[in-house]
């Protein structure tokens, strides 16, 4: 008998964690070396959610909240929803989760029969592979490639589905390219749902809320012949800086969400009360959402002019979330070799292309960073590279 789950036992470690993990070991012996392979917002979370949690710690609101989600936060999550997605989901259909990333896994496991397919987009997340390996699913990539600018298609996604694809997951605004989905995109996936009933679609939207002027992001669910069908995946993590607070959710039908409240109930148990009564807060926070996405927008000029005018790199202007998907032609290095190199001559940290599944030479560098740091990055790259 084996004494490890072989499905746990044969994942890939998270590339991005590992990388995160060595830049933090290396600033213990060289504080100015520098880490932009996180991807958390560097910014407090906003003072009002910080004191609602306070309040309900003080008041010894300390103990299981036995149910899916706090009643008036699952309201609020549906009311925002509507409000700033234009999507219909039942409050019963929503499942508050320690993190959306927890709450793509819960919905994944909870759907998934060993032999099923689940299509996800590449480069893409690190954790979608690993998600529905562990759940006993078969993980298929649908390759978008960098000469269309990684745009989704009809056809690239005919050329993945087969007759036990049970899942495509998208993700837009997208880590690690920064695409957001377009209306000709969103159309195509209508179209390609229509004709495969069977495939659910599950959309994770967790960078919906840092979009870039000119661009704008469109939620699948809003789609009325498809809604049913669409688990859409949000958060406040990204949005509203609560990255280590741990906590995110799922909105699905009330059928659906029953059957993942089955497993939350034997595993997580609930979210933390007062964590929950705090986002109820940061559900309103859209001016400190606001402010933070601004300071995005430009620190993201800066960083992306500063790539661009390094030779041998380039980087198309993100549309949304806070990551720079950097292009290197360094004499035909690999994207390994490329953050070897940064960070042994420049001392900076990013993650390699191919923890997002692509061979090509890109680096993800997240901006979410003082514009010192940014314009220091840009400074020490370009002193090392050797394509002059
Ligand atoms: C694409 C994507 N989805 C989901 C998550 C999960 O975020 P969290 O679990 O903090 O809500 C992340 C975090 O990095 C992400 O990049």
Known sequence: MNLYNDEIFSLAPSRSMEFIAKAKLMQKSDPSVISLAGGEPDFATPSPICEEAVKWLRAGYTHYTICPGLP?????????????????????????????????????????????????????????????????????????????????????????????????????????TGKCLSQGELDDLVAFLEAHPQVLLMSDEIYERIVFTGSSNLSPASIPQIASRVITINGFSKATAMTGWRCGYLATTPEIAKVIYRLYQHTISCVSGFI?????????????????????EARRDLFINGMNSIPGVSAEMPEGAFYAWVKFDWNSMNSEEVCNLILEKARVVGVPGIAYGTDEPYVRFSFAESDEILAETVRRIKEVSPVK
Request: net charge positive; aromatic share 8%.
């Open 72 to 176: 008036e936060l699952r309201v609020g999550i549906a009311e925002k929803l509507k409000r700033d997605n234009n999507c219909n989901y039942d409050p019963d259909g929503i499942i508050v989760a320690p993190g959306g990333k927890f709450a793509i896994y819960l919905a994944i496991r909870s759907l998934v029969n060993k032999g099923d397919e689940v299509m996800y987009l590449e480069p893409g997340w690190v954790s979608y592979p690993a998600i529905i390996q562990a759940s006993g699913a078969t993980p298929v990539p649908v390759r978008l490639s960098q000469v269309d600018s990684f745009k989704l298609t009809r056809e690239k996604l005919e050329s993945a589905v087969t007759p036990n694809t049970k899942i495509l997951i998208v993700n837009y605004p997208n880590n690690p």
């Open 276 to 296: 929950q009564k705090a986002a109820v807060v940061a559900l309103g926070c859209t001016e400190e959402i606001e402010q933070m996405r601004k300071r995005f």
